[in-house]
């Protein structure tokens, strides 16, 4: 240990999954080296060691988001961040690590669509990346793939859809060939649960009686949809001899029933919520009209599932969800559009606005609120954006925990810090923010990647470039 290598974090609180506790943190070149009593560490370092105090501040591991679209094609654009912007954005919001998804379409190998992501990503982030597969055409050839990319590649999840017919969708007999080949190989299965055969229906039938307005998207994507798909995607898995399963973005209290029943009967069922659905409504998006009276504005929460509306539990049940684990990580599906020339490609017709919104920046501070708010303890802040996710996917001791021999990624966050988000001071490279005006308690003072100050004090100095690809080991969360 050379004394010129060590950076020493001290005076704040260590918030660990298992409690809080005055520490000092010594790191050592990338890596955290040891924890210490308040002080503990002064005999250790010396005058050259780089000090950051973090009085005041908790300390917290980096933020894992396991669920981001940078550059992903969609409805005939592509997602507005790159690996550059929508990293350093991250960054900016305490996310240290993103899992990106790789996509591979019908038609394509799987390997060429993995390729095509780390030609997106490498040499480009500012923070560690790590990559699922989307599989859009399950075939022969597809299943073989799955082998090598967890074998070789260091990706070890891959999503289905049962939503986006024609695009990613997956019939029930390629879902349950590939949950089999995740069964044998370990991998987990990522599912977007959402009846898409019967969203289409009745979305055709509200476009052809004129029901145009973004806010139909919601409407003809009803909560029951997912609990049903929800629901099959539990039981197909069951029937492939009971491969572990993880469904994305929960939105619906119907969903997250059938999720916490496989739970209770002891099935390897995981989910995730994103800060949306745990804080927005259908009726915010339909109240969302322009100042000269455009209603194509509430294009810019169209997202898949879609915001529900506040006359029932969704949100209640979600933070609950939270609480019992039922839903075990918050990620923010950060698939952001620009409203000018993307989100406009489907003025007159909901079903042409690209899905997504932009969130990565925001998850750490959004998911804070619910600590402030008293719906979950700063222990399961850290458990939820954090340690889990990390455990979940395969990047745990080395990401998602601040512990010896552990990555740097470090977050001081100061819990009195007070602001508002908005288009004109966040770093998503997005024209209009979904969270614009929303008042947060606390944020973000100083963030090491690997070691590096990147933000300290609202100054950037991280560098796009720094970020490496982390390969995954299989999921450590199982019970
Ligand atoms: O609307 C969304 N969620 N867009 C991104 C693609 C997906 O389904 O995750
Ligand atoms: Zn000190
Ligand atoms: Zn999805
Ligand atoms: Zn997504």
Same mark, same amino acid.
């Given at each position: 240990?050379?004394?010129?290598?060590? !950076?020493?974090?001290?005076?704040?609180?260590?918030?660990?999954?298992?409690?809080?506790?005055? +520490?000092?943190?010594?790191?050592?070149?990338?890596?955290?080296?040891?924890?210490?009593?308040?002080?503990?560490?002064?005999?250790?370092? &010396?005058?050259? !060691?780089?000090?950051?105090?973090?009085?005041? =501040?908790?300390? #917290?591991?980096?933020? $894992? /988001?396991?669920?981001?679209?940078?550059?992903?094609?969609?409805?005939?654009?592509?997602?507005?961040?790159?690996?550059?912007?929508?990293?350093?954005?991250?960054?900016?919001?305490?996310?240290?690590?993103?899992?990106?998804?790789?996509?591979?379409?019908?038609?394509?190998?799987?390997?060429?669509?993995?390729?095509?992501?780390?030609?997106?990503?490498?040499? *480009?982030?500012?923070?560690?990346?790590?990559?699922? +597969?989307?599989?859009?055409?399950? /075939?022969?050839?597809?299943?073989?793939? +799955?082998?090598?990319?967890?074998?070789?590649?260091?990706?070890?999840?891959?999503?289905?859809?049962?939503?986006?017919?024609?695009?990613?969708?997956?019939?029930?007999?390629?879902?349950?060939?590939?949950?089999?080949?995740?069964?044998?190989? &370990?991998?987990?299965?990522?599912?977007?649960? %959402?009846?898409?055969?019967?969203?289409?229906?009745?979305?055709?039938?509200?476009?052809?009686?004129?029901?145009?307005?973004?806010?139909?998207?919601?409407?003809?994507?009803?909560?029951?949809?997912?609990?049903?798909?929800?629901?099959?995607?539990?039981?197909?898995?069951?029937?492939?001899?009971? !491969?572990?399963?993880?469904?994305? @973005?929960?939105?619906?209290?119907?969903?997250?029933?059938? #999720?916490?029943?496989?739970?209770?009967?002891?099935?390897?069922?995981?989910?995730?919520? =994103?800060?949306?659905?745990?804080?927005?409504?259908? %009726?915010?998006?339909?109240?969302?009209?322009?100042?000269?009276?455009?209603?194509?504005?509430?294009? *810019?929460?169209?997202?898949?599932?879609?915001?529900?509306?506040?006359?029932?539990?969704? @949100?209640?049940?979600?933070?609950?969800?939270?609480?019992?684990? /039922?839903?075990?990580? #918050?990620?923010?599906? @950060?698939?952001?559009?620009?409203?000018?020339?993307?989100?406009?490609? &489907?003025?007159?017709?909901?079903?042409?606005?690209?899905?997504?919104?932009?969130?990565?920046?925001?998850?750490?501070?959004?998911?804070?609120?619910?600590? $402030?708010?008293?719906?979950?303890?700063?222990?399961?802040?850290?458990?939820?954006?954090?340690?889990?996710?990390?455990?979940?996917?395969?990047?745990?001791?080395?990401?998602?925990?601040?512990?010896?021999?552990?990555?740097?990624?470090? $977050?001081?966050?100061?819990?009195?810090?007070?602001?508002?988000?908005?288009? /004109?001071?966040?770093?998503?490279?997005?024209?209009?923010?979904?969270?614009?005006?929303?008042?947060?308690?606390?944020?973000? *003072?100083?963030?090491?990647?690997?070691?590096?100050?990147?933000?300290?004090?609202?100054?950037?100095?991280?560098?796009?470039? @720094?970020?490496?690809?982390?390969?995954?080991?299989?999921?450590?969360?199982?019970?």
């Amino acid at each position: 240990m050379s004394a010129s290598n060590l !950076t020493l974090i001290h005076g704040g609180t260590v918030v660990t999954t298992t409690g809080a506790a005055p +520490m000092d943190v010594l790191v050592d070149g990338e890596t955290i080296a040891s924890l210490h009593v308040p002080g503990g560490a002064d005999a250790i370092v &010396g005058p050259e !060691t780089r000090r950051i105090d973090a009085t005041g =501040c908790y300390v #917290v591991p980096g933020g $894992v /988001d396991v669920h981001t679209h940078m550059r992903l094609p969609f409805g005939g654009t592509e997602a507005s961040d790159d690996f550059t912007t929508g990293t350093v954005a991250a960054a900016w919001g305490g996310t240290t690590t993103i899992v990106d998804f790789a996509v591979q379409t019908t038609g394509q190998d799987v390997e060429e669509g993995l390729a095509a992501w780390h030609a997106k990503a490498e040499g *480009k982030t500012a923070i560690d990346y790590g990559f699922h +597969m989307i599989v859009g055409g399950v /075939d022969d050839a597809a299943l073989a793939a +799955m082998d090598r990319l967890v074998a070789s590649e260091g990706v070890t999840s891959f999503k289905l859809f049962t939503a986006y017919p024609g695009v990613f969708y997956s019939d029930d007999g390629q879902i349950l060939r590939a949950m089999q080949k995740a069964r044998d190989n &370990g991998a987990l299965i990522m599912m977007h649960a %959402e009846n898409g055969i019967a969203i289409d229906v009745l979305a055709a039938q509200a476009a052809g009686r004129g029901d145009t307005t973004p806010v139909w998207h919601g409407l003809t994507r009803p909560p029951i949809l997912e609990g049903e798909a929800t629901h099959r995607c539990i039981a197909l898995a069951e029937v492939a001899g009971g !491969t572990p399963l993880y469904f994305v @973005h929960l939105s619906a209290s119907q969903a997250l029933g059938h #999720v916490a029943a496989a739970r209770d009967a002891g099935r390897n069922v995981f989910a995730e919520t =994103c800060p949306q659905y745990l804080y927005l409504t259908l %009726e915010d998006q339909l109240g969302a009209v322009s100042a000269d009276g455009d209603p194509f504005e509430g294009a *810019k929460w169209v997202a898949s599932p879609p915001l529900r509306t506040k006359h029932e539990n969704h @949100h209640a049940d979600l933070w609950k969800g939270l609480r019992t684990d /039922d839903l075990a990580v #918050v990620s923010t599906d @950060h698939c952001p559009f620009c409203f000018k020339d993307q989100k406009e490609l &489907g003025r007159g017709d909901f079903r042409k606005i690209p899905n997504g919104m932009g969130t990565v920046e925001h998850r750490m501070d959004l998911v804070h609120q619910g600590v $402030v708010a008293g719906q979950i303890s700063l222990e399961r802040w850290v458990e939820t954006c954090s340690t889990t996710p990390a455990r979940m996917f395969g990047l745990y001791p080395k990401k998602g925990v601040i512990a010896p021999g552990s990555d740097a990624d470090v $977050v001081i966050y100061d819990p009195q810090r007070q602001h508002v988000l908005s288009k /004109d001071t966040h770093h998503m490279n997005l024209d209009h923010s979904a969270w614009e005006g929303f008042a947060v308690t606390g944020g973000v *003072k100083t963030v090491l990647s690997r070691g590096s100050v990147v933000l300290d004090d609202g100054t950037w100095t991280g560098r796009a470039g @720094h970020g490496r690809f982390v390969p995954r080991g299989l999921s450590s969360y199982l019970r």
